[in-house]
Every structure is written in C-alpha cells, then in structure tokens.
C-alpha cells in the first residue's frame, strides 16, 4: 500500500451525467472507510464552481490540478454535455498532457469521447454506453469499440459502460489496489454485484439490421421477423427469394450487414426476450414457439450474445 492516499481526479464539465461521477465517488469514498487514507478524491473543472449537471443538479467543483500535482487515477465522465466539452481545446489539451503522468486513466459512459479526443484511445480496445458505441467507432476509426463488456481494460485505460457501469469499474479498481475483500465489502454497502453478471447488451433496446434495397431480400426479413418460429432455413429463404442458395447467402450479408443465420438468430433472441418478459411460459414452450427447437438451444443462443442464462435475464427484466 502507498504512503499516502492516491489522488483520483474526477472531471467535470456542464451538462456531466452526474450518477458517472458521483457513483465512482461513493465507491473510492466507502473503500477509504475501509483503508484509511487509500484515496483522496477530488472533484475539478475547467472553471472552478458550480457545475450543472444534465439532470439539473449541481455540482461543486475545484480548479483543474496544476503540473506539480500527482495524479494517481484520472476519471473523465460522460454525460449530454461531453460533445461540447470535446471542443474545449484547454480542457482537451490538459487531459492530453495530464494522461501521461498518471497511473492508469478511466473513462465512465461517454467520457470516452474526452479521452479519444485526447488522443489517448488509438489502437486501444474500448467500450461505452450500447446507445453510443456506433458513433465513437464512426467518429474514432483508429480504435476498437467493443459495445457489450460493463468495463474493458486496456492497459493503463479502463473503459466502462454506460452511467452504473462506472460503479463497477470503480469497484474493479479498488479490487486492483485493495483486493478482492475490500471490494466486495464495498459492494455490498451499495447492494451491488462486485463482477455484474452478463454485460450490457442484455440491457439494450433491439437495435435492428438495416433494411435490405432489394426488395425480395427485404420481404424475406420480414417473413422472418412476422414469424421467428417458422422455417427459415436458408435454402428456404433463398426460394422465397428466388435466388440460389449462394448468390441469396451473398447478397443477403452485402446489404444486411451479417450471414441470414446469424440475423434469423437475433430475431428468434429477441423474440424470446420478449417471451420472458411477459409471459410465465416455460423455457421449453418459448424455445419451441421462438424457433429455437430446445430449451438448451435457447440457453447456448443467451449465453453467447447476452452472457447471461435465460432464467436469470427474466428475474432481472420479467414485468410483473
């Protein structure tokens, strides 16, 4: 353990999600609790004062630490206002020359943004919220987002999901400095899991393939999501396509974005999402009625694309 506290340096900025900064200050907070004086957690801006958050709620912050300060861990958030905060070139050119002379540098939701404008995310592995991953990838090409991890560590870089994540991640660095019994003491404070289980694609809205240009392509999506137990099999679709099995299997990737099995898969999931969510039927009868033949079938397709079991996603979504 250090002689002295590690300084986390929390940034904030108008409009910052204030759940992604005040949610890894209560877990730094209840681990000094725990370990006297394991951090110092400070809170700056910009500008020193006030800072309204995208909720309305606002914030106190102190001034951005000078070079003379050490910094052990330098948390970015995210929040609605990020967008604006990126094109602060003082704030951007002091996460830049700030990275560097910290230890490890953490990111919460959409705080990737400020970091990747920095520079700090290229070559990296990162993740953020689900709703977000697809304009970082378009507005950073020179890093992988990986949009379903609660958190991702790359290095020196921890990234994490959207809002709550940063919870977890904050937990995951205090299991790094303080092991796993700290860690999971502190959780427990916040009725959290210490390692959530599954990651957020569970927790996403279905964001749909794009609709094929060819109109028979199109209509085969459509038989497929109007009845995801029929027989969609691909020599099937492509008849009802009129088109070889091969040319269909091309054409259908070209213009939808992935192979007709893997699309006919996410439809079935998505179906059976909603099958748990609202109804009480057993996992053999959704299976059977989502076009997943088994119950086993239904629970390898959960596990691969939600990591998670079928029984534990409806306790966790099922509407009462």
Do not use: K
Not at 241 to 255: G, I
């Amino acid at each position: 353990m250090p002689t002295a506290a590690r300084h986390i340096a929390i940034v904030a900025f108008p409009g910052v999600q204030s759940l992604d900064v005040v949610g890894p200050y209560e877990v730094f907070a209840g681990a000094t609790q725990m370990v006297p004086d394991a951090y110092r957690v400070t809170l700056c801006a910009p500008v020193a004062g006030p800072i309204v958050s995208e909720s309305g709620l606002t914030l106190t912050a102190g001034a951005l630490p000078g070079d003379h300060e050490e910094i052990d861990t330098l948390v970015l958030p995210g929040g609605n206002g990020v967008h604006a905060a990126r094109h602060d070139t003082a704030l951007i050119e002091w996460i830049r020359s700030t990275a560097p002379r910290c230890r490890r540098v953490a990111t919460v939701c959409t705080g990737t943004f400020l970091a990747a404008e920095a520079g700090l995310l290229d070559g990296r592995t990162v993740t953020t919220h689900w709703a977000r991953a697809e304009r970082l990838q378009h507005d950073f090409p020179a890093l992988t987002v990986d949009p379903d991890p609660i958190y991702v560590r790359d290095g020196s870089l921890w990234t994490s999901a959207g809002v709550t994540a940063g919870i977890d991640l904050a937990l995951a660095l205090v299991e790094a400095d303080h092991g796993t019994a700290v860690a999971q003491t502190v959780a427990r404070w916040l009725v959290m899991f210490l390692h959530r289980p599954g990651g957020q694609t569970q927790f996403a809205a279905p964001v749909w393939a794009p609709r094929a240009e060819r109109s028979t392509v199109r209509a085969v999506q459509l038989l497929v999501e109007a009845a995801p137990g029929g027989d969609h099999r691909l020599p099937v679709m492509a008849t009802a396509a009129a088109m070889s099995v091969r040319h269909f299997s091309r054409v259908f990737t070209d213009e939808v974005g992935e192979t007709p099995g893997r699309y006919v898969e996410r439809v079935r999931l998505e179906a059976a999402r909603r099958e748990l969510e609202t109804t009480t039927d057993t996992l053999e009868v959704i299976a059977a009625r989502c076009g997943f033949g088994t119950a086993e079938t239904l629970r390898r397709s959960f596990q691969r694309r939600l990591g998670v079991a079928p029984d534990s996603y409806r306790r966790r979504f099922r509407v009462a």
